[in-house]
C-alpha cells in the first residue's frame, strides 16, 4: 500500500510558476508509474501528467504540454510537478496518485491517491 501526500500549492498570477511535490510512504513507491490529476470547481477529474517508475517514459496532457514537467526522486520516495506560464484555467485541485494497469490517461487506471492541493492563478 501507498500513501501519498501532496504540498506546494498555492495562490500564482499568470504566468507564473509553482512545484507540487507528492511524498510518498512505503518502501514500494519506486516500483509504481506515477500520475498527477487535476480538478477544477464544477468539471470532472482530468489527467496531466504522468511518468514511468524509472523516469524513462513521460506523458502530458496536450493542455500542459511545454509548460509542466513531472519528475521524481526515488531515493526521496517524491514526485514532483514543476509548473511554468501558469495560466488561470490551471486553476484547480491537484492530485498525485499510482497507477496500476490500464489507460495511463484515466482515473479508473490509479490505486492510490492523495487528498490534493489547491493551485489557484489569478489574470
Known amino acids: 500500500q501507498v500513501q501519498l501526500v501532496e504540498s506546494g500549492g498555492g495562490l500564482v498570477q499568470a504566468g507564473g510558476s509553482l512545484r507540487l511535490s507528492c511524498a510518498a510512504s512505503g518502501r514500494t513507491f519506486s516500483t509504481y508509474a506515477m500520475g498527477w490529476f487535476r480538478q477544477a470547481p464544477g468539471k470532472e477529474r482530468e489527467f496531466v501528467a504522468r511518468i514511468s517508475w524509472n523516469s524513462g517514459t513521460t506523458y502530458y496532457a496536450d493542455s500542459v504540454k511545454g509548460r509542466f514537467t513531472i519528475s521524481r526522486d526515488n531515493a526521496k520516495n517524491t514526485m514532483y510537478l514543476q509548473m511554468n506560464s501558469l495560466k488561470p484555467e490551471d486553476t484547480a485541485v491537484y492530485y498525485c496518485?499510482?497507477?496500476?494497469?490500464?489507460?495511463?490517461?484515466?482515473?479508473?487506471?490509479?490505486?492510490?491517491w492523495g487528498q490534493g492541493t489547491q493551485v489557484t492563478v489569478s489574470s
Open positions: 496518485a499510482a497507477y496500476r494497469s490500464g489507460s495511463y490517461y484515466s482515473m479508473a487506471g490509479y490505486d492510490y
